[in-house]
């Protein structure tokens, strides 16, 4: 996509025929999301919603890695760090708001998942109704990796993917293509990127459907098939340690890779994060996963481990995260259920 050189604007507005263009404009910072970029795309969709001049609404990004590598984690590891999360708690607020707004929304909202789609990325695409990714897609939830748990909608989303796949990609933050976001219900299309610039103008001139279809093509394989026996046998458990038991004892080297890979996250998040996504399973809509995981993104905040995460990887880049509890036997059940716990009069009340 193409670069701008001004970052002033976060949110890029423009119209072009009958489609309604929000170019997420922070290409230095991978278009990683504010809450000021949340409230500016809220306000975008609620003013194209009654403009009968805006049949279809395209979300890109600007520069060349990718659409968003996911919310501004510095502001949140400032807040959890020195503030009270107030600051953090009400970006995530509007940031939920906004994802079940774009999964209802009542026109086309085709979101083009080139390039980097991480975390927040994934809350402002993969509830679209029109996703196309595309061979240079790079998709994940990598919240486990840094103190945190997959939120923006994410557990629902994973939770009904294929099998236990989605709880593979949960636990890991394990990155996957094109091939795989369509095989886990992440995207609905394969457009080669070099098609992008075509699919743009005719989404200016076409209904949604019918411009990407005239450009959609096979995708890459999907890599995760292959692997669906060891997946599914072994993060078919509920306990973590179980499906770590389970990871090691099998015999294809992938699973023993998956195992050394969940280790090294936070014991506490990998904890809580599939007990979010058993719980995603039994409830019926987003919006009931979106207040669930605001309890627990809320309850993150006053966690050692988020501080922590994004110390080691983002802050001070050492990538070695002292995680606390330092092993997931330590993690007691009572913590984990405390993550959960109903917030009173700050719950995000988006079930109806």
């Known amino acids: 996509m193409r670069v701008t050189g001004d970052e002033s604007e976060p949110v890029l507005l423009h119209t072009e025929g009958r489609a309604g263009h929000l170019v997420l404009n922070r290409p230095r910072a991978l278009n990683a999301l504010t809450h000021e970029m949340v409230r500016r795309l809220q306000e975008a969709l609620d003013a194209w919603e009654h403009d009968p001049a805006v049949e279809t609404v395209v979300l890109t990004g600007a520069g060349e890695r990718g659409l968003c590598a996911g919310g501004d984690i510095r502001a949140i590891h400032d807040d959890a760090r020195d503030g009270d999360g107030t600051a953090s708690a009400a970006f995530w607020r509007d940031e939920y708001r906004l994802d079940a707004r774009i999964a209802r929304y009542p026109k086309p909202y085709v979101a083009v998942m080139d390039g980097i789609v991480m975390g927040g990325g994934v809350g402002v695409s993969a509830h679209g109704g029109v996703r196309v990714v595309t061979e240079r897609s790079v998709v994940a939830m990598p919240e486990t990796g840094i103190g945190f748990v997959p939120d923006v909608g994410g557990t629902h989303l994973l939770s009904r993917a294929p099998g236990e796949l989605g709880t593979h990609l949960a636990l890991t933050g394990a990155r996957i293509g094109a091939g795989d976001a369509l095989l886990c219900g992440l995207a609905d299309h394969h457009v080669p990127s070099a098609a992008l610039p075509d699919l743009l103008a005719d989404l200016a001139q076409l209904p949604a459907p019918q411009a ?117 036997a330590e993690v007691a059940d009572a913590e984990v259920e405390r993550l959960f716990a109903p917030l009173g009069g700050r719950e995000l009340g988006l079930r109806s």
């Open 212 to 328: 990407v279809e005239r450009h959609a093509r096979p995708a890459p394989p999907a890599e995760l098939a292959g692997r669906r026996e060891w997946i599914d046998a072994c993060y078919a458990a509920d306990d973590a340690e179980e499906i770590v038991r389970r990871l090691h004892a099998h015999g294809d080297p992938a699973a023993k890779e998956a195992a050394e890979t969940l280790l090294a996250k936070s014991p506490t998040a990998v904890k809580a994060t599939l007990a979010a996504l058993r719980r995603a399973r039994r409830l019926d809509t987003l919006e009931e996963v979106l207040d669930q995981e605001y309890r627990v993104s809320c309850a993150m905040l006053t966690a050692p481990d988020l501080v922590e995460g994004i110390r080691a990887q983002v802050v001070d880049k050492d990538r070695t995260p002292r995680w606390s509890p330092a092993g997931l």
